[in-house]
């Protein structure tokens, strides 16, 4: 979300809130006296006096003043009353009012017309994953052998690789096969995609083989599957994929660590377990950026969001879950392979997801042995 976009969100919230600030107060645990009956008070600010300050939501907009140190408006005296930094407050609010910050962002000029009309040309132009295409044949030599792929990632048989060359121009370099997978704004449009060039059915070495297109991506995840009460989020499509067979848990894929502090969960998840990289080899970066998101989560209990929060790392330094996926696949695999008598042609098919829930248990122990 860039600076105009969250100051255009921030306006948002102020208008919707704009006369509702003394429930809204209310609800974030202020003193009722000091709400409803208006009371002069010793202020909250200065911590002085005993009737220098009152609310006085002049103006509908929450506001108060001090005779010592002077007024402000209700998200500061909010702040100033809960402890809470500005953006956790932000979301406490919009999440009181109903607001989905997804919303704010699709109603953001986030692409300009070009830019969506490519987007989504390119979308169009894709098809559903199947096993037998490069997608699905990509995506099995990682062991995530699917019975069915998820709506929001197709193939697309001939998508132009760009590069940058010497003065910065975007030049065309060649036509690959890709995986494409679709972002949706709150009203389930694609705005933006993520392409992963896949020449000669593998991932395109060095580090542009994944390329997203559009504006606002930032905290919106690829929603590959619909969450329940229960909700699993991983960095990358593969990743994701992966948790999603080894737990049958429903899987968002973030698009990146440092979009998951960012990350926007329905109000009807009360499970999140949040599955990741173990950057230890490097600068912990997927550790630290799990937590953050888990820390969040569990300061929005303050607003009575009741959640409980999981976050799986796996032991090993430069490991990450679609990693011990594919061992465990590999070893299966190889189990099944060494017993002549069962002809099995076909990799391991993870289980239902109504499988019951000792098995999905099990399955959970085993893929934290592989970690
Ligand atoms: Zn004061």
Redesign the pocket.
Same mark, same amino acid.
């Given at each position: 979300m860039t600076k105009e976009e969250y100051q255009r969100r921030i306006q948002d919230v102020k208008a919707k809130a704009h006369g509702r600030w003394p429930e809204l107060l209310l609800h974030l645990g202020l003193d009722a006296r000091m709400i409803s009956k208006r009371a002069c008070m010793p #202020?909250?600010? =200065?911590?002085?006096?005993t009737d220098?300050?009152q609310f006085t939501d002049k103006y509908g907009d929450g506001s108060y003043f #001090?005779?010592? =140190?002077?007024g402000g408006d209700g998200f500061k005296l909010a702040q100033q009353m809960t402890g809470m930094d500005f953006h956790t407050l932000l979301l406490a609010i919009e999440s009181y009012l109903g607001m989905n910050p997804l919303a704010a962002q699709a109603r953001s000029p986030r692409s300009s017309q070009d830019g969506l009309k490519d987007i989504l040309r390119i979308w169009n132009e894709a098809c559903a994953v199947t096993a037998d295409d490069v997608v699905g044949r990509y995506l099995a030599s990682r062991g995530l052998v699917l019975p069915a792929y998820p709506s929001a990632l197709r193939f697309h048989p001939k998508l132009t690789y760009y590069s940058k060359d010497g003065n910065g121009r975007s030049r065309p370099v060649a036509d690959y096969p890709a995986m494409v997978a679709c972002l949706r704004d709150a009203e389930g449009n694609v705005f933006a995609i993520q392409r992963t060039y896949l020449p000669d059915g593998r991932k395109l070495s060095g580090a542009d083989a994944k390329k997203s297109l559009g504006r606002g991506i930032s905290g919106v995840p690829v929603q590959l599957y619909e969450p329940t009460e229960e909700l699993a989020v991983s960095e990358g499509i593969e990743k994701s994929l992966a948790v999603h067979l080894a737990t049958g848990k429903p899987t968002w894929a973030m698009l990146g660590a440092g979009n998951f502090e960012k990350l926007w969960i329905p109000d009807t998840v009360t499970r999140v377990s949040i599955y990741a990289d173990n950057d230890a080899d490097g600068d912990f970066t997927g550790q630290a950026c799990a937590f953050a998101l888990a820390r969040r989560l569990k300061r929005e209990e303050k607003e009575g969001m009741r959640r409980e929060v999981r976050v799986f790392v796996p032991k090993f330094p430069g490991v990450d879950w679609s990693d011990i996926w594919l061992r465990r696949w590999q070893a299966e695999m190889e189990r099944s392979q060494a017993a002549p008598q069962q002809v099995q042609c076909q990799p391991p098919r993870p289980r239902p997801r109504h499988a019951e829930p000792r098995a999905t248990e099990r399955k959970r122990a085993e893929m934290m042995e592989l970690a």
């Open positions: #202020c909250p600010f =200065c911590a002085k006096g220098r300050f #001090c005779r010592k =140190c002077g």
